[in-house]
């Protein structure tokens, strides 16, 4: 046996240690290397002492050697590549060999010379000047190997890598991502000096009784550590109060600059001063209860993979402040440590996640499956070394405020050795790991896609699982059009203290930039032949791939945002969610429309509001003066913005908003009297001015969650995908031009027996229309409404819900407002193509010259370039080309969205139950 399937974590590996920024030289070994892929290793030649890379290939570092040109990405969720046999892997195991050439500085003599790796994937043996070094495994973890007796200050150092894309840590290391291998994460050459710092661990406390903190650090080599912003000098070693301290939090990340020398060396040290525990089962930053609104986060970019720069990871950071996200769980690896540098910077508290998902085993040992590695003794070691590299690695990070010991793994002994070595390094964060169910070892009860009701019963009962405090380290699964129902969540976080809120399922899809049938694309599982694969369950993100945020990026936005506003009578509530801050950072605007049109604003005199704390705000008497004035449809927009730029917004940011309705909601108006609307009727349906085809519309194309949990299944085999329609009966009656038509499918014995009642009025039509289920009908339908064709619309001017798509139960982040977008600027492109595009509750809609509006009930709009059935076959959204033709969907109602692909059912509350239903229209040119 190798060491490609060595049990071992590796061989002549240095300890793992902190991530410093200390004084150490250091050369980047990043860029161009010289490159060769081997087919399997019995086919790479053992030459690595000594190459002769002349005829090699080039390939940049950090990178993969997948989205290089060599091999595919390969995607799985759960299920393994390769056959279940540890600790054998595939005799085709690609095999990659880098090698390069540089001059260690001449000014190094005396110095220790360290190669340190931040990552790589899988497994690698190093060679320097011809002499094997060493191996390491662990493909997110650093590694770092003595080099110092080979090699010599100014001279030429020939480093070659030999790495595998399989390995015994790929058994490990099934998280769910794209299979991509290479040195990804950067490589230096370091000098560390005699009696520099190579280890340190910074302690700092703060007690939010008396506003003080403390600190104590750690070193490897004795030292002065200098706080010059605090007056302070202190001795390595040395536990010190330190007065009148501002403390670290994810909403004011105070940090101070500090300096440790010793004397071979310095480092610079960011200090935040912060306390985490777990009091009377809330946890708790600071004494302050804290609400996870936070998102799991894998590193990915669509062209680099996980080789991402400090740019991406700034972005990434970005995005999540001017979101109000407040968290992230570093789902399922450590990341890269800038990143986590930058949390501390900006404001982010991180569960910061082991290099450890055994999924593919399952979380028992069932036949014929082999026990989880995290219950085989031969694991242990290497699993309790991941986990000390974890901790050593990132210690130093005032935002990491919870260890993680890995993700789906089952249960087995090896974890609990891995929870004793997180405690015995740092007994002051907590530790998370989801799948101990029944709490027996860790500090936080965990769970995934629990229902908000299930969530409820375990924050009503405090005598389950110890009363721990309980989060959703993944929830509202993002895959596709979705997530629904986020506002219950809220509400139970908000009701149930234990219940401290939740880390969205996920941050960004992994959709890979490539070009299929000369169309660029992102792929997802099986867009580069994969025989094993989860199709595009690697794209259930809240960013698309480009970073561009989805609707349910909105949504979630909105449902976490720091302040509630809502009416309250004659006067706007607003209510403080903040832990920490108060609102004076904030100003308030408003802004008046009548049907859409702005008739005026201005500014709101708010007090300062601490946090939790409510004020009632009376409004400005020119606003409230509109109210039941006699207008149209007048809402008034309340926005919190803020006064000044920060660090990661400018000023006037939106970070809230409301809407208050000032108008009395009108009476249901009367049908206009008008003429029988003869002879608009044809067997195909019906043509009035420019509308073809007009017909009941029962079916959607399914989004990921209604195909994934098989609903969309059912709905076909109740026929819902292949309605035809017959017209029973056509003529006047009682004043209309009435035609009776019934939809059902072939083969049932069920239909909708539907009245469409015509009524010719000034410069257009009254349709009336009435729905009654007969037979066997299915109990929910995806939609019911009409469709039609339109010649091409360009441009869609609407008076409803927006800017984006909203659904009944994804409306939260939709605004009442007049809008206006070209039809192209209506579709969501998600990478695998689904329905998309619904607004809900619209009142009128302008289709170039044609214009629909509600009579009485609002109706929902849909408007696109091709057919549902175009949408549905399509597999990616350049398969969706426009024609000549616009097709539009008016709906009574439709289905919910929720997140079922990975999570809840959708509650009943949401569905959309077959029953008579009806809709009246005006339709005037």
Not at 306 to 311: G, I, K, M, P, V
Not at 800 to 817: F, L, S
Request: charged letters at 25%.
């Amino acid at each position: 046996m190798t060491y490609v399937e060595d049990f071992a974590s590796g061989e002549n590996v240095l300890a793992p240690r902190a991530w410093l920024d200390d004084d150490s030289g250091r050369l980047a070994l990043n860029g161009d290397w010289s490159f060769r892929l081997s087919p399997t290793v019995a086919d790479a030649p053992d030459d690595l002492k000594d190459p002769d890379t002349s005829g090699w290939d080039t390939i940049a570092v950090p990178g993969h050697w997948q989205l290089s040109g060599y091999g595919a990405p390969a995607y799985t969720n759960i299920d393994y590549p390769f056959p279940l046999e540890p600790p054998y892997v595939p005799t085709d195991n690609p095999t990659g060999d880098y090698v390069r050439v540089v001059t260690v500085p001449a000014d190094w003599d005396g110095a220790r010379i360290v190669l340190r790796f931040e990552g790589v994937d899988s497994r690698f043996a190093v060679f320097v000047n011809g002499s094997e070094v060493g191996w390491s495994s662990g493909s997110r973890l650093p590694s770092e190997f003595d080099i110092t007796s080979l090699v010599a200050p100014g001279k030429e150092a020939r480093i070659a890598v030999r790495v595998h894309q399989w390995s015994l840590g790929s058994y490990v290391e099934d998280q769910d991502m794209w299979w991509l291998s290479g040195i990804f994460r950067e490589v230096n050459l370091l000098a560390l000096r005699p009696d520099a710092p190579t280890d340190v661990f910074v302690k700092a406390a703060w007690d939010h009784i008396d506003g003080n903190g403390t600190l104590l650090v750690e070193s490897d080599v004795p030292g002065t550590v200098s706080v010059p912003e605090l007056g302070l000098s202190v001795t390595t070693g040395e536990h010190v109060r330190v007065e009148g301290v501002e403390p670290w939090s994810a909403e004011v990340p105070r940090l101070y600059d500090a300096v440790l020398r010793t004397a071979g060396g310095e480092v610079r040290l960011r200090i935040g001063f912060r306390t985490v525990a777990v009091v009377d089962g809330i946890f708790t930053v600071n004494g302050n209860r804290v609400l996870f609104n936070g998102v799991n986060r894998h590193e990915f970019h669509p062209d680099r993979g996980r080789a991402l720069t400090e740019q991406d990871m700034l972005d990434d950071v970005l995005i999540m402040k001017r979101a109000g996200i407040n968290a992230v769980r570093t789902s399922h690896y450590p990341p890269h440590p800038h990143f986590l540098a930058l949390c501390d910077e900006y404001g982010l508290y991180v569960i910061d996640e082991c290099d450890l998902e055994t999924h593919g085993f399952g979380y028992e040992p069932q036949p014929p499956k082999l026990p989880n590695p995290v219950m085989d003794p031969r694991f242990r070691d290497d699993l309790v070394d991941r986990m000390r590299r974890t901790v050593h690695r990132d210690k130093n990070h005032p935002s990491i405020v919870i260890w993680s010991l890995g993700n789906e793994c089952g249960m087995g002994s090896n974890l609990k050795d891995m929870y004793d070595a997180v405690k015995e390094l740092d007994p002051s964060r907590p530790v998370h790991y989801e799948r101990d169910t029944e709490a027996e070892f860790v500090d936080i009860y965990s769970r995934m896609y629990t229902s908000p009701e299930g969530c409820a019963e375990i924050g009503a009962d405090t005598s389950l699982y110890r009363n721990l405090p309980f989060i959703l380290c993944e929830y509202g699964h993002a895959m596709g059009n979705g997530p629904g129902g986020l506002v219950d969540y809220r509400e139970v976080f908000e009701k149930y203290p234990r219940c401290q809120g939740g880390f969205i399922w996920e941050f960004i899809d992994h959709g890979l930039r490539t070009t299929i049938d000369g169309r660029e694309v992102y792929a997802y599982g099986g867009d580069f032949g994969e025989t094993i694969h989860d199709g595009n369950f690697v794209c259930d993100g809240l960013l698309f791939p480009d970073r561009t945020p989805s609707p349910g990026m909105h949504e979630y936005i909105k449902v976490i945002e720091p302040l509630r506003i809502v009416a309250d009578g004659n006067r706007v509530s607003i209510t403080n969610r903040y832990e920490v801050l108060d609102t004076s950072h904030l100003r308030f605007t408003l802004s008046l429309e009548a049907e859409g049109e702005v008739i005026g604003g201005g500014g709101l005199q708010v007090p300062v509001i601490a946090p939790g704390e409510t004020v009632s705000v009376e409004l400005p008497p020119e606003i409230e003066k509109e109210r039941g004035a006699g207008r149209p449809e007048t809402w008034l927009t309340v926005t919190a913005e803020l006064a000044d730029a920060t660090s990661w917004a400018d000023a006037g940011h939106r970070v809230a908003w409301g809407q208050i309705r000032l108008d009395e909601p009108a009476l249901a108006a009367a049908v206009p009297a008008g003429s029988p609307a003869e002879g608009t009727v044809g067997v195909q349906g019906i043509d009035i001015a420019g509308l073809r085809n007009i017909r009941l519309d029962v079916w959607r194309a399914p989004i990921d969650n209604d195909a994934i949990p098989g609903v969309a299944a059912a709905w076909r085999e109740q026929g819902l995908h292949r309605v035809q329609h017959r017209i029973v009966s056509q003529g006047e009656r009682e004043g209309a031009w009435e035609v009776v038509t019934r939809t059902a499918p072939p083969a049932l014995q069920w239909g909708l027996r539907s009245t469409w009642r015509w009524t010719a009025v000034e410069n257009g039509l009254v349709l009336e229309l009435s729905v009654v289920p007969e037979g066997l009908f299915p109990e929910v339908l995806p939609r019911l409404g009409i469709t039609f064709e339109l010649p091409k619309v360009e441009r869609v001017e609407w008076f409803g819900t927006g800017p984006n798509e909203a659904y009944v139960d994804t409306r939260e982040a939709a605004a009442v407002g007049k809008y206006s977008a070209t039809v192209a600027e209506l579709q969501t492109p998600y990478v695998r193509p689904q329905e998309n595009g619904h607004r809900v509750d619209t009142r009128w809609t302008r289709l170039d010259g044609l214009r629909i509006e509600a009579v009485d009930e609002l109706f929902g709009l849909t408007v696109r370039d091709w057919t549902t059935q175009a949408l549905e076959a399509a597999e990616h959204t350049a398969d969706l080309v426009p024609g000549d033709t616009t097709y539009v969907t008016l709906d009574i109602a439709q289905t919910g969205v929720g997140t079922a692909a990975c999570g809840p059912s959708l509650p009943d509350r949401d569905k959309l139950k077959t029953a008579p239903a009806a809709l009246t229209l005006r339709f005037t040119r």
